[in-house]
């Protein structure tokens, strides 16, 4: 294909080698007759002319000369003659050339900072075409090549970067020579260059390793969730990773283990030896809640949250916890400030967050637990929970 598009080109372009239709009848006899004079001059001082307007052209490269303004066929190799005062001329290297794109950091579709480069190898094919066409051909290439390596990778996740590095660099190599072929030059060879996967400000996340396969029962989520899965559930999932048996049992759910043990509660609030207790309203819950609050817990913390409880019969009711001055504070209503971050959710599984029976990413993760706002400033309720699993 790239061969058939080659030699279109190439055809192309030697139809507009031929000479330009005559303006006029004065046009073409004054370019006669200047050539002819010159040339005439050139083989009278001939001896010492020849010093000027003879230059060897070596085989791998190619002399493109202008005449009066009107470009000539490439000249060489071997020996090319030069009419002083009325030709230009410059030479095209036909070798194998290489350039680096230097790393630049860009953020991935699941907003991983990564440092990426890439080393590439073209060939001019058309010398004509890569003077005709472009002023500074080595620029224009690097800034065509640095442009699609940027746009392509941010619609790439970092697990496809990190494991298909040649894929990605074929596919570069397609859409940068969409560009340059017109130029005379084709792409070789693109080799994707990944320095390192950087953790960017907003997110406070681990990544996933390298080698890590497919979270089981997570691979529909983007890298985003797949990591902070694996920041939480560290353990549980490393676990699954090198088990030979296949990791986690051969079953449709995958079941999490929730690292926070439900807090110590009022008496009433208490499972009875029968397991049936009553539900907690919400008020109540945000009551135990108050309990644990602390002037260290909102130097962590740093945020203030509306709570906006779903009704049964729809509407919602607003409370808050504010972890952002003082002592923190919970309880109905609306906060004295504006809300860092929106939750919305069930007063059944707010009561179960209080208890540790639902954990704030999987509640997220399944739908359960709604987030207006910054992802990463809301799991830091997970803060809370620590703390009230240490005073438990």
Known sequence: MATDDAGAAAAFFSLSLLPDPPQGCWPWIFHRVVTALVFLLTMLLFPISGWFVLKVVPAYERMIVFRLGRIRAPQGPGVVLLLPFIDHWQLVDLRTQAFSIPPCKLM?????LVSVGADVQFQIWDPALSVMRVKDLNVATRMTAQNVL?????????????????????????????????????????????????????????????????????????GTFQQLAFHFFGKTLAAAATDPNGGFEAATQVEVVNEVEPPALAPEVRLSSSNARRTLEAQEVLLTVERFLSEALVKQVGACYQVN??????????????????SGRAGPGLPDRSPDVLLEMAESDLEAFVLGELHPLSAYVSGRLRVRGDLNVALKLEELFKVMKQRR
């Open 108 to 112: 991935s579709r699941d907003r991983v």
């Open 150 to 222: 940027t746009k392509l990778l941010l619609k790439k996740y970092l697990r496809e970067i990190q494991t298909e590095k040649l894929r990605i660099g074929d596919q570069l190599l397609l859409e940068i020579n969409d560009t340059t072929r017109s130029w005379g030059l084709e792409v070789d060879r693109v080799e994707l260059i990944l320095e390192s996967a950087l953790q960017t400000p907003q997110e406070n996340t681990a990544r996933l390793p390298n080698s890590m396969p497919p979270i089981p029962g997570l691979e529909g989520l983007d």
């Open 309 to 326: 409880i779903l009704l049964p019969r729809g509407g919602q009711s607003p409370y808050f916890i504010d972890l952002s001055v003082g």
